[in-house]
């Protein structure tokens, strides 16, 4: 089955980094665009960030545009989310998506467990 398994969260000063990382299994990960949510306190998840399937095309939300980068290795079918000059704003649970996968004849999106990001000094 699909799992996607993120790592690399935690408790970070404002300013610092962060590596997040999502290891992909069950289906083709090179043939699938991948994501980045997040989910604050009291607040909708919201896309952060997403990458095509060979890596080569990018998007962010404003919000973390110059200081996230995704990118992945097809050959570790895993993603990543470089987190650079962190903000209280950008603590949340994030989260790993592989959306409208086709799994026996049925698309469905999938999502990992989350990780928490918490940056506070």
């Known amino acids: 089955q699909v799992q996607l398994v993120e790592s690399g969260g935690g408790l970070v000063q404002p300013g610092g980094s962060l590596r997040l990382s999502c290891a992909a299994s069950?289906?083709?990960?090179?043939?699938?665009?991948m994501r980045w949510y997040r989910q604050a306190p009291g607040k909708e998840r919201e896309l952060v960030a997403h990458?095509?399937?060979?890596?080569?095309?990018?998007d962010y939300a404003d919000s973390v545009k110059g200081r996230f980068t995704i990118s992945r290795d097809n050959r570790k079918k895993t993603v990543y989310l470089q987190m650079n000059s962190l903000k209280p704003e950008d603590t949340a649970v994030y989260y790993c998506?592989?959306?409208?996968?086709?799994?026996?004849?049925?698309?469905?999106?999938?999502w990992g467990q989350g990780t928490q990001v918490t940056v506070s000094s």
């Open positions: 069950g289906f083709t990960f090179s043939t699938y665009a």
């Open positions: 998506n592989a959306p409208r996968v086709l799994i026996s004849l049925t698309v469905a999106d999938y």
């Open positions: 990458i095509s399937s060979a890596g080569g095309s990018t």
